[in-house]
């Protein structure tokens, strides 16, 4: 199996997956986007889906990844203690917290998102 195959990098944004969440986030982040709580969700997308230099950078990386919900999280991996947006490297059936929730929320643009993925998988 390849390295890229047993390791997984997890993101998880700060709101609930649903047609009905997806709608009510996205009128949030158009009429008060300043507090909106998804700086992940913020910073990698536009209006209409992800931002395209962000889609560039994850087909990049050297490790698969996967974007979740915080709902789709607790589900798939029953983390009770986590923090969103956040994420997480799943290596080997061991995850652990990769970017903290304080780190992802500092950044301020997708190439800073970017900066950050890059040097914590180093």
């Known amino acids: 199996m390849s390295e890229k195959k047993k390791n ?3 993101f998880i944004y700060n709101a609930d997956s649903g047609l009905l969440n997806t ?3 996205f009128w949030h982040k158009a009429l008060r986007p300043s507090t909106y709580q ?9 209006t209409f889906g992800a931002k395209k230099e962000w889609k560039s950078f994850i087909n ?5 990844t996967e974007f ?4 789709e999280f607790l589900e798939s991996y029953d983390v009770q203690d986590a923090k969103y947006p956040s994420a997480y490297l799943l290596e080997e059936g061991v995850l652990r917290l990769l970017i903290s929730q304080e780190e992802m929320d500092k950044v301020t643009t997708t190439t800073e998102m970017e900066d950050l993925v890059s040097s914590k998988l180093k």
């Open 8 to 10: 997984k990098l997890i």
């Open 23 to 25: 709608v009510k986030d």
């Open 38 to 46: 998804c700086n992940l969700c913020q910073t990698t997308f536009g």
């Open 60 to 64: 990049t990386l050297e490790v698969d």
């Open 68 to 71: 979740l919900h915080k709902d």
